[in-house]
């Protein structure tokens, strides 16, 4: 059975500054950047699939 759901605290003084900071300072990545990030997930994929032993 499902354990039921803890209430999620609630943020104040440094921590809430810095989360709201840290939201803030989102940077933005190029699409050459993005496309470079998701080949080389790709290409880690490729090399834990070859690690992996699936029993069916």
């Excluded at 209430?7 to 050459?32: C, N, Q």
């Excluded at 470079?36 to 069916?56: G, N, P, W």
Aim: hydrophobic fraction near 35%; charged fraction near 45%; glycine fraction near 2%.
């Amino acid at each position: 059975m499902a354990r039921p759901i803890k209430e999620t605290p609630i943020l104040t003084g440094e921590d809430a500054e810095r989360f709201v900071r840290d939201m803030e300072e989102v940077e933005a990545r190029s699409k050459e950047e993005r496309e470079a990030s998701r080949k080389e997930f790709q290409e880690r994929v490729k090399q834990a699939k070859k690690l992996i032993t699936f029993c069916l």
